[in-house]
T-cell receptor, first 112, second 114 residues
């Protein structure tokens, strides 16, 4: 059974500190990997999508890496801001069009 | 492109009533997925549909829940005879066919059963 683990489950940092969020999976047969953000009581916003053939993707202060051999993806958020406070979720399908399998999320609080 | 549209945003039903949740996928997306998020829990897959076909319903409860994605119109998630345990946020996502462009989620429908 494919398992997904996101570590840490919760993270509290002062503003300006870099954030490192980890996502690990037991099955390397993933099609791509997507990082989402969810604000309390809201839907999911897609942050970054990494194809299985890629090693990383960057968007502004966000960088996500993918290492299929070790079954890990890491989301880096540079120079965190209070507006970055949210729950961050990683998810992937096994093939194009397949359902997504989600991690449990990391709840981030950036204190001003 | 209006994105994935879900309505209603909030829905209150009394125990025993029916709940109908609607989802219009993004333009050009032919795959629709429904997920449920129970309070303080993660997102759980329910059902995956393409036009007029249910592809994977392995996450659907065996009773009272059904889903459809007709040739015309939005996808519908129907919950009959709702119970308090059905109270949750229901999210719809869509993706294009086999293009690896990722999944886009709607804002969700928050169902409260009283």
């Amino acid at each position: 059974k494919q398992e997904v683990t996101q570590i840490p489950a919760a993270l509290s940092v002062p503003e300006g500190e870099n954030l490192v969020l980890n996502c690990s999976f037991t099955d390397s047969a993933i099609y791509n990997l997507q990082w989402f953000r969810q604000d309390p009581g809201k839907g999911l916003t897609s942050l970054l999508l990494i194809q299985s053939s890629q090693r990383e993707q960057t968007s502004g202060r966000l960088n996500a890496s993918l290492d299929k051999s070790s079954g890990r993806s890491t989301l880096y958020i540079a120079a965190s801001q209070p507006g970055d406070s949210a729950t961050y979720l990683c998810a992937w399908p096994k093939a194009a069009g397949n359902k997504l399998t989600f991690g449990g999320g990391t709840r981030v609080l950036v204190k001003p | 492109n209006a994105g994935v549209m879900q309505n209603p945003r909030h829905l209150v039903r009394r125990r025993g009533q029916e709940a109908r949740l609607r989802c219009s996928p993004m333009k050009g997306h032919s795959h629709v997925y429904w997920y449920r998020q129970l309070p303080e829990e993660g997102l759980k897959f329910m059902v995956y549909l393409q036009k007029e076909n249910i592809i994977d319903e392995s996450g659907m409860p065996k009773e009272r829940f059904s889903a459809e994605f007709p040739k015309e119109g939005p996808s519908i998630l129907r919950i009959q005879q709702v119970v308090r345990g059905d109270s949750a946020a229901y999210f719809c996502a869509s993706s294009p066919r086999g293009q690896g462009e990722g999944y886009t989620f709607g804002s969700g429908t928050r169902l409260t059963v009283v």
